[in-house]
């Protein structure tokens, strides 16, 4: 059972690069998020989905674009790669009702210099 | 909408002292609640989870967490803390409707 699967792992961009980071889950969840997590920050929601073809911002969307054409993606596009996007990215999903809750991946490191 | 807050952002315990961790949110119904804990350089991973019954609820790694309405809390406790449980410690709330919504996150460290 894969689960929440995100890749790459960890990645290292230049000022200006643009790149996507993938997100792939197999329980068939309508919901899916993106966070990141600066030291000591906590979570801060980027962009969430509540099914395929619907997405909306979180806290923190500028500088990040999301899509979902299906119900198993949500890629995460950095256009214009900035040091203030050094994070680590976790994607998630669950599903409203019954009580499900979040799984997450293992995170992207990213770095940007 | 649902909130969720916790209000230490840092907590220290020696080896073997009990621990609680607190934890309120704000909601107009019976939310879900979830405990979450991110060890060092890994994801999050469900430590517990409630949604009906029973409100003390038991977890993995010996955690348990009581619901209370009236306090609108869900406080997560260990009688024993080992030097392995340091880790980041996170609170969520979720409804039948919504997205998850998650609390800004308790740091844990444990001296030997």
């Known amino acids: 059972n894969a689960g929440v699967t995100q890749t790459p792992k960890f990645r290292i961009l230049k000022i200006g690069q643009s790149m996507t980071l993938q997100c792939t889950q197999d329980m068939n969840h309508n919901y899916m998020y993106w966070y990141r997590q600066d030291p000591g920050m906590g979570l801060k929601l980027i962009y969430y989905?509540?099914?395929?073809?619907?997405?909306d911002k979180g806290e923190v969307p500028n500088g990040y674009n999301v899509s979902r054409s299906t119900t198993e993606d949500f890629p995460l596009r950095l256009e214009l790669a900035a040091p203030s996007q050094t994070s680590v990215y976790f994607c998630?999903?669950?599903?409203?009702?019954?009580?499900?809750?979040?799984?997450f991946g293992q995170g992207t490191r990213l770095t940007v210099v | 909408a649902q909130s969720v807050t916790q209000p230490d952002i840092h907590i220290t315990v020696s080896e073997g002292a009990s621990l609680e961790l607190r934890c309120n949110y704000s909601y107009g119904a019976t939310p879900y609640l979830f405990w979450y804990v991110q060890s060092p350089g890994q994801g999050l991973q469900l430590l517990l989870k409630y949604f009906s019954g029973d409100t003390l609820v038991q977890g993995i790694k010996g955690f348990e967490a009581e619901f209370k309405r009236s306090q609108s809390s869900f406080n997560l406790r260990k009688p024993s803390v080992h030097w392995s449980d340091a880790a980041e410690y996170f609170c969520?709330?979720?409804?039948?409707?919504?997205?998850?919504?998650f609390g800004p996150g308790t740091s844990l460290s444990v001296i030997p």
């Open positions: 989905s509540v099914g395929a073809g619907i997405t």
């Open positions: 998630a999903s669950s599903s409203p009702g019954g009580g499900t809750e979040a799984f």
């Open positions: 969520a709330v979720g409804t039948s409707y919504d997205k998850v919504i």
